[in-house]
């Protein structure tokens, strides 16, 4: 038996309860002032309120688990106090398997384009928005599965967290 501990699982899209408003859904809201008031911090706050299992709260110890990002590095994010980086932003929606409507709202709060949004987009940009993509609907992608497959590609992984790794902390 391994000394791994069991990775929490992120229920999919199609195991939530169906949104009733889309607005509310991304922005916390169907009023237009919230969706230009909102900010980085207040939608990840709400997307980790909406991600658990039986509509409880992610927590931030939870986040770090799935994602690879430190636990107080999400803090910060969550306080509005430190800018997310690119590869960051990836793993965290990766990890809460994010709808891809909610993952653009909160790139576009970050100020960072989304993989695959340039014209020429490279391999890593494709593996990366591959998972993104589908995330929210597949058990199969995972940040983990990610690093693996860019680490196969001879791409930079999003951190490290991979398969290889025994101990998840």
């Known amino acids: 038996m391994s000394d791994r501990k069991k990775t929490p699982r992120i ?3 199609s195991e939530r309860k169906v949104p009733h408003n889309i607005d509310s859904y991304i922005y916390g809201s169907d009023s237009a002032d919230n969706k230009e008031t909102d900010t980085f911090a207040d939608a990840l706050s ?3 309120s909406d991600s658990g299992v039986n509509s409880k709260k992610v927590s931030a110890r939870k986040l770090c688990i799935i994602s690879g990002v430190s636990q107080s590095a999400v803090y910060y994010y969550l306080l509005g ?3 997310i980086s690119y590869e960051t932003l990836c793993a965290i929606c990766i990890a809460l398997r994010l709808h891809p409507m909610r993952q653009r709202h909160l790139f576009c709060k970050a ?7 340039e014209p020429y ?3 890593r940009d494709k593996i990366i928005r591959y ?3 589908n995330c929210a ?3 199969k992608c995972t940040v983990i599965a990610c690093n ?5 590609n001879e791409c930079d992984p999003l951190n490290e967290l991979f398969s290889e790794k025994e101990d998840i902390k």
């Open 137 to 139: 609907f597949s058990d």
């Open 131 to 133: 998972y993104l993509d």
């Open 121 to 123: 987009p490279n391999r």
């Open 148 to 152: 693996d497959e860019l680490i196969r």
């Open 46 to 48: 709400r997307y980790l």
């Open 111 to 117: 100020h960072i384009m989304m993989p695959c949004d």
């Open 11 to 13: 229920p999919l899209f």
């Open 81 to 83: 106090e430190r800018r």
